[in-house]
Nanobody
């Protein structure tokens, strides 16, 4: 599966952005999907993940501000990340990610290994 992100950009503090990730094939029941980010000089961190049971998981710093959504149509899936009340510390390269989904294993734990090319989000004060 290939992942392509879009929707990054530059905003001021308090602004909003919506990121989208298009998968090259139908992934809804086969893959876990999530958003990660990496700021300059820092390690990549998980931002939000979602599972087909509707459960979501967010890193503490974005809870209440970001919303992850997985939508499906007949052929493809789109993963979105709505980001509100953005802060300068949200500045990073944001990556869409996926991994094979296995029954009995949570999408909210474990390593992801399929990555998009990333989209830059810059929040100025």
């Amino acid at each position: 599966v290939r992942l392509v992100e879009s929707g990054g950009g530059s905003v001021q503090t308090g602004g909003s952005l919506r990121l989208s990730c298009a998968a090259s094939e139908y992934t809804y029941s086969s893959y876990c999907m999530g958003w990660f980010r990496q700021a300059p000089g820092k390690e990549r961190e998980g931002v939000a993940t979602t599972d087909i049971d509707g459960s979501t998981n967010y890193t503490d710093s974005v809870k209440g501000r970001f919303t992850i959504t997985l939508s499906q149509d007949n052929a493809k899936n789109t993963l979105s990340l709505s980001m509100n009340s953005l802060k300068p510390e949200d500045t990073a390269m944001y990556y869409c990610a996926a991994k094979r989904r296995y029954s009995g294993y949570s999408c909210h734990r474990g390593a992801y290994y399929v990555w998009g090319q990333g989209t830059q989000v810059t929040v100025s004060s």
